[in-house]
């Protein structure tokens, strides 16, 4: 490699130096710290030194201690940013089996589309994050079309049974799906359900 025949004056010989131990040197920097290695008597052994300085800097702070409520306010942040993400429909969940139930019978049920013998009651929607809260039912044993999930998907059982990859869910279990997650859920008896999901989920073939 040619070195620039312009010599290196002190000032930039240590410029150099301090650069060379933080790793930040730019193209132009490079080859000058190259040249200074060839040519500067020294300048190896002050790149060390300087290397040694800087890793023991965080050795010399004086350590913060820490506040006494941080941990408090940090999960109370965490909390916060946790509901703040979370779809309003997720609430509804809370609600009693029993006050489920009623709330099913005062809605406007419908075929759910190319799903025989299943039945659809959109209870309320969240269009700003796509999702809806709606009860299904299908009144005796069969099988549920195949989806996959745009996002997470909630289920709880409010009568009957369903079966997801061989576990059998009852009356107040909960079901939550993953997005981007595919299943089949099946019934052995019927069932009666409050789903809250993406308006976006697809029904495979």
């Avoid at 509901?83 to 809605?107: D, P």
């Avoid at 996002?151 to 981007?180: F, H, P």
Wanted: glycine share 4%.
């Amino acid at each position: 490699m040619r070195y620039s025949e312009k010599p290196l004056n002190p000032d930039t010989i240590d410029e150099l130096a301090a650069l060379c131990s933080l790793d930040a040197l730019d193209a132009e920097a490079q080859s000058q710290a190259d040249q200074a290695f060839a040519e500067v008597e020294g300048f190896a052994q002050q790149v060390r030194e300087y290397e040694a300085t800087v890793a023991a800097i965080p050795y010399s702070v004086i350590p913060i201690p820490m506040s006494a409520d941080l941990k408090n306010r940090l999960f109370e942040r965490i909390a916060e940013d946790s509901s703040s993400s979370t779809s309003k429909l997720i609430q509804l969940l809370e609600y009693s089996i029993e006050a489920l139930k009623q709330q099913s019978s005062q809605l406007a049920w419908v075929p759910m589309k190319g799903a025989n013998g299943i039945e659809i009651a959109t209870w309320q929607t969240d269009e700003d994050r796509r999702e809806s809260a709606s009860f299904v039912r299908k009144t005796e044993r069969g099988v549920f079309p195949n989806h996959v999930h745009a996002t997470g998907e909630k289920v709880l059982v409010l009568e009957g049974d369903v079966i997801i990859d061989g576990q059998i869910y009852g009356v107040g279990d909960r079901i939550d799906s993953m997005a981007n997650t595919t299943h089949q859920p099946a019934t052995e008896n019927g069932c009666l359900v409050l789903c809250i999901t993406s308006m976006d989920d697809q029904i495979l073939a």
